[in-house]
């Protein structure tokens, strides 16, 4: 892994997106209300308890996404807005949409709240690899 090859302003970039996109996503106008139906299950709003912690590791976990992303479309060669949001279809495709099945349906959560969870990490995903692609 060659660490200079990272353009990490395009990583904090992708990180900005990631939690613009998830604040639009999640919020009470959008999928929030039919995600938190499910998943709260008559609980308190999420994060609540600890809403620093919460948000570090969502920013945390966004950064580690990109970063990967970032040694990905590196290795790969992809220097363009097309390649770069196709690898990172492909790698939702291939990764986040089917662990989240199977985690959504042994959780019981069924097929509504896995849509609603892997479509944010599609759209970040195609946009961490167009950004990343196209920010050399």
Known sequence: MD?????????????VVSVISGSLWYNPKTFFPA???????????PGMENMGMTWALTVFSSFVQALAMSFMLNFMGSTTVVSGA???????????APTYLVNKLFAGHGL??????????????VLFGAILGVWR
Do not use: D, P, Y
């Open 112 to 125: 509504k709240v896995w849509a609603i969870e892997i479509g944010n990490h599609l759209v970040n995903f």
């Open 86 to 96: 196709l690898t990172g279809f492909m790698l939702w495709l291939g990764f986040i």
């Open 35 to 45: 995600w938190w139906k499910v998943v709260g299950a008559g609980r308190e709003q």
């Open 3 to 15: 660490f200079s090859s990272i353009n990490w302003l395009a990583v904090v970039a992708c990180v």
